[in-house]
């Protein structure tokens, strides 16, 4: 994966507040978007846009027109100048300073860093600075409160400005910018050039060898002899099509060119779950909970409904936890599928790729510790 570097520097806050980070080249400002939170250590909860002097570039919205706003999915970071500004929350309006410096390494990550991101919300470079005055006098009579409030933590220990872990940053950016998980990677060497069954079935010889990796996929104590024995591969199957990673010709399935390229791969397998859509928010909330340790489908579905947060419903009622247990059956083959979860007898488990392919999960995962 081709990387590009960029410095970045927290407009007006000191200490200063600065990051070096590879992200991969053919990246969109959306994912810049996602990296650069990552890297600095935001909760993106706010609204953010980029500013080049002569556009400005943020996501769809009602006053996108009025604001002379372009869609930042749609325009790669190849397209910016060389130097531009990013800004994150209106109300505190942090801008960031960002250049592009050139070719990066050979993977994305944060290979440099100074200072900690701020708190969320403490009233961008003004309110940081009273903030941290308070922090560095322990006789304050705010000093405890405000410790508290900044660490998010009933036992907090001391907040330093100055001190930041690069390597945790740095897993961060490498997680935001994705991996091809194996079971993708897995299906699209075995049936690339394939001939389907007369019923548009994997032959046996791919569902054996799938079953081989993935033995947990068919527990009955014999060899899968059908695709229909391995749901996930059922599902896998489906999914590479539907998002043109495999391509049906005469009976027989190709690798598409996406499939060959790295990024390529991710983009499409993203759009598996569009983004703010309940299957999205169900998926990369469980799973981010399962990153902290094996739950019960009952327990898992306990913990994820607070999670989701207002304005899902029912048929017009609030969601139950056993609304949010069936929705889980329904997403689980898709995310076994993905490598996002392993499905045991009792319990389920975050996958190798849980952190690795959709960035709402590595950054929820991230803050739930």
């Not at 690798?255 to 983009?267: N, P, Q």
Request: charged share 25%.
């Amino acid at each position: 994966m081709r990387t590009t570097r960029l410095q970045v520097q927290l407009r007006d806050v000191h200490p200063p507040v600065r990051r070096t980070l590879d992200v991969p080249a053919a990246s969109t400002l959306a994912e810049v978007h996602q990296l650069l939170q990552a890297a600095m250590g935001w909760t993106d909860s706010h609204l953010h846009c980029f500013e080049t002097g002569v556009a400005r570039y943020a996501p769809p919205g009602p006053d996108s027109a009025e604001l002379e706003e372009t869609d930042e999915a749609g325009v790669g970071l190849s397209a910016l100048p060389t130097a531009f500004t990013y800004v994150y929350d209106f109300g505190d309006s942090w801008e960031h300073d960002v250049q592009v410096v050139g070719a990066g390494g050979d993977r994305a990550g944060c290979v440099d860093a100074e200072g900690a991101c701020p708190p969320e919300d403490c009233g961008g470079a003004p309110g940081y600075e009273q903030l941290c005055a308070v922090l560095a006098d322990p006789t304050d009579p705010e000093h405890d409160e405000m410790l508290a409030w900044a660490t998010r933590s009933p036992d907090p220990v001391r907040f330093d400005p100055a001190r930041v872990d690069l390597a945790a940053l740095d897993r961060r950016v490498n997680e935001t910018a994705g991996a091809v998980p194996a079971t993708v990677r897995l299906l699209l060497q075995l049936a690339d050039g394939v001939k389907l069954t007369p019923g548009g079935r994997l032959p046996r010889s791919v569902v054996r060898a799938v079953h081989e990796v993935h033995p947990g996929w068919y527990d009955l104590g014999r060899p899968a002899s059908v695709e229909d024995d391995l749901l996930p591969l059922v599902a896998l199957h489906a999914l590479l099509r539907e998002v043109g990673l495999l391509r049906l010709r005469h009976g027989v399935l190709h690798a598409t060119k996406a499939a060959d390229d790295e990024l390529a791969t991710i983009h499409r397998l993203r759009t598996a779950l569009s983004e703010g859509t309940f299957a999205w928010l169900l998926a990369t909330t469980a799973t981010a909970l399962l990153v902290r340790g094996p739950l019960s489908p009952d327990a898992l579905a306990r913990r994820v409904l607070p999670e989701l947060g207002p304005g899902w419903s029912r048929d017009g009622r609030d969601l139950t936890v056993q609304d949010v247990t069936d929705e889980l059956r329904w997403v689980r083959r898709d995310l076994q599928a993905l490598d996002q979860v392993v499905v045991g007898p009792h319990t389920w488990s975050a996958g190798p790729s849980a952190r690795t392919l959709f960035p709402r999960t590595a950054l929820l995962a991230a803050l739930l510790g």
